[in-house]
């Protein structure tokens, strides 16, 4: 079992001695503890609830399997910090957890705060794991203390891009005009800028670009622009509110473009949405974050969740794969000591498979995860289906949308 | 850029009935700083409260947000009169400053309460009619907007006739014309002070019930219709019912056009430059009574 896996890989980095001992948890051990950062109030709560549903299930997953056996079984405890959905919440929250004497931080969610949260961090040598943030800025920095076990925006759009074609492509290219919607902050803007330098090149014309506020109260003039300018596509980039608004407001104004292709959208591969406004979200596709629906403990998990009346978002897999990744790099380290972690979470390799992310062999380069890659999905018949890579796809992208 | 003008027509005739509501926002601020002369902060987290009793109302009673709307409104008259009864008159001590400082309170309190009770969630129902359009013409206008459209003018009217024709409306005027001399007649200013805070109050409960079904809630939201509501007061006239509910319509417009032109994120400019341009060219706003 997982037990002697751990056993195997701890051999391979020469902490035999310390695993030897009994791997019976002893009271002693004095537990670990790790901070978890998500924003559970402000604009971000339900992806920062649904982050810290997937450490929680984590850390109670590993201490019921007896703890880090590295450390005498010691248990994980959480220290649970808000960061308020804003930067200066996650820095604080860092401050907090630096009293309490984390060994690790794992979290953060939006781009922004992990920037801020890891820097703070950084001061004392505290390793932080980012969970979803995806500003490619955040591993750029020569933060040694950093990691991003999934994939950067770089290699989200650039997968977007070539799966964008390749499914226009297959279709016999019934697309070329295209609206792109953003919300105008750190995440939406630098997309839509990516989105315009990038999208020309493959043959696709911009026909506007069209920046949203979060929160929004109301789509109605973008629904109007789009409808006056009669997009083929529409792709969107927002968060949850913003684009379920669009999406309902879009139907609404009867505006149906051949295709809604949304890249690290908030809402088109969440389920609360698929549930709450099926019609509006039929058939949208996204390039977002998604588990691996190959491996059993992804279904596992998921029945966790909704056993708990939560939805099923990537923020609950991502959290739950990240905190392994912490206490993998525990048991290769030996001890809770903040340098030893850094140094053993930047030697992962392929043996790490305790998450259940869609990624190849882990392998970190300045703290990126070079592995971490996205998956395209589509709202099928009250469904998020997996469209792209075609190789574990359980389903038939439906393209171009008619009628 | 050119838009075709089915486009602009739709623009302005969503402007108009969000400025509506909008105005029906104002109403109940513009109540307030008419007769008791003061700036009610607490406008926002009240509006809000409202709008989580209508989330209530449908969610945990089942009642839709159209019918909750006048029981509702009796309900937040009553509170918004008790409020001022209890807390903001006591709590003044006749001192305008420091209705300030207890309105400003109330409302962190009340916020607070909503984010303890709601969490900070966003919030919508899922009504069934909430993206059913009306046709006009070329324009597909959303079925709440319409509703919230013909709601406010109902409320309007409403107010109208209460202010003109009941005896309650002529001491409300007593009172916000001459404070004293409405005392030296026998009217019981405090009570008066009491019923048009409930009043105004009301308003809010109604335009929460009217907003609910197409848009959100979060123990936050009322900020941002407040912000808006007191442009809409400078501009109407402080204190003027029908400039509340006239500028509101200009404001809905405003913000729809600029934001089909200058885009969502730009579209709140237009709003502010009209209050800085109304505050610099007619600091009494457009039915301002007073200089």
């Not at chain 2, 409403?158 to 005392?183: C, D, F, H, P, S």
């Amino acid at each position: 079992m997982a037990k002697f896996e751990v056993a195997r890989r701890s051999l391979v980095f020469g902490v035999a001695g310390v695993l030897a001992a009994p791997a019976l948890p002893r009271a002693q051990a004095p537990a670990v503890k790790l901070g978890i950062l998500q924003p559970v109030t402000g604009a971000l709560s339900q992806d920062g609830e649904h982050g810290r549903l997937g450490a929680e299930l984590a850390i109670n997953e590993i201490n019921a399997g007896g703890g880090i056996r590295a450390l005498g079984g010691a248990r994980i405890e959480m220290v649970f910090g808000d960061a308020r959905s804003n930067p200066e919440g996650g820095v604080s929250e860092v401050e907090k957890m630096q009293a309490e004497g984390v060994v690790a931080i794992v979290g953060g969610f939006a781009s922004p705060i992990c920037l801020a949260a890891s820097q703070a961090a950084s001061r004392y040598d505290l390793p932080y794991v980012v969970d979803v943030g995806v500003s490619d800025q955040i591993v750029s920095r020569g933060l040694a203390n950093t990691f991003r076990f999934g994939p950067g925006f770089g290699v989200v759009t650039s997968a977007a891009l070539d799966n964008l074609v390749a499914l226009n492509d297959a279709a016999g290219k019934p697309s070329r005009t295209v609206v792109i919607v953003h919300e105008d902050g750190l995440f939406g803007s630098g997309m839509a800028r990516l989105l315009n330098a990038e999208l020309p090149k493959r043959g696709f014309e911009v026909l506007e670009t069209i920046a949203h506020p979060t929160p929004a109260r109301d789509m109605n003039n973008v629904a109007l622009r789009i409808r006056s300018l009669r997009p083929d596509l529409v792709i969107p980039s927002s968060y949850y509110a913003e684009f379920v608004l669009l999406a309902r407001t879009m139907q609404q104004q009867r505006i149906r473009p051949k295709g809604i292709y949304c890249v690290l959208n908030g809402a088109a591969s969440n389920y609360r949405f698929v549930r709450e406004f099926p019609d509006a979200a039929n058939l949208v596709m996204d390039c977002n974050h998604w588990p691996d629906p190959r491996k059993p403990k992804t279904a596992e998990l998921r029945q966790q969740v909704e056993a708990q009346n939560r939805f099923w978002l990537y923020n609950t897999p991502m959290n739950y794969s990240a905190v392994m990744l912490v206490a993998d790099a525990l048991e290769r380290a030996g001890r809770a000591d903040r340098a030893a972690v850094i140094q053993a979470l930047a030697a992962t390799d392929g043996a790490f498979t305790k998450h259940i992310m869609p990624y190849g062999p882990t392998r970190f380069v300045n703290g990126q995860n070079q592995a971490g890659a996205p998956v395209n999905t589509q709202v099928q018949n009250n469904d998020i289906k997996v469209i792209f890579p075609r190789d574990f796809a359980d389903a038939q992208p439906v393209y171009p949308v008619t009628g | 850029m050119g838009f075709p003008p089915e486009i602009i027509l739709e623009a302005v005739l969503n402007g108009l009935l969000t400025g509506a509501v909008y105005g029906l926002v104002a109403l109940g601020l513009t109540l307030v700083y008419g007769v008791l002369h003061i700036i009610n902060f607490a406008h926002g987290a009240l509006l809000t409260a409202a709008m989580y009793g209508a989330y209530v109302a449908r969610t945990a009673l089942g009642i839709d947000p159209y019918v909750a709307a006048l029981p509702l409104a009796a309900l937040f008259f009553l509170l918004g009169y008790a409020v001022q009864r209890l807390v903001i008159g006591p709590a003044s001590r006749g001192k305008d400053e420091n209705i300030l400082l207890v309105t400003l309170g109330l409302s962190i309190v009340i916020e607070n309460l909503m984010l303890a009770v709601f969490r900070s969630d966003t919030r919508s129902i899922d009504a069934p009619y909430a993206m059913d359009v009306v046709e006009f013409g070329p324009a597909l206008l959303g079925y709440p907007r319409v509703v919230g459209f013909g709601a406010t003018i109902l409320v309007g009217i409403a107010l109208y006739l209460l202010m003109t024709r009941t005896a309650t409306g002529k001491a409300i005027r007593a009172v916000a014309k001459e404070r004293t001399g409405a005392a030296l007649v026998g009217i019981d200013v405090a009570h008066i002070y009491a019923v048009t805070f409930g009043i105004g109050t009301a308003c809010l409960a109604i335009a929460a019930a009217l907003l609910l079904p197409s848009f959100y809630v979060s123990p936050r939201v009322g900020n941002a219709f407040v912000l808006v509501a007191f442009t809409i007061v400078v501009l109407g006239g402080m204190g003027s019912v029908v400039g509340a509910l006239l500028g509101g319509l200009i404001i809905g417009v405003v913000e729809s056009l600029s934001g089909l032109y200058l885009g969502e994120s730009l579209g709140q400019i237009g709003i502010f430059l009209i209050f800085i341009l109304v505050l610099l060219v007619r600091p009494t706003g457009l039915f301002g009574a007073r200089a």
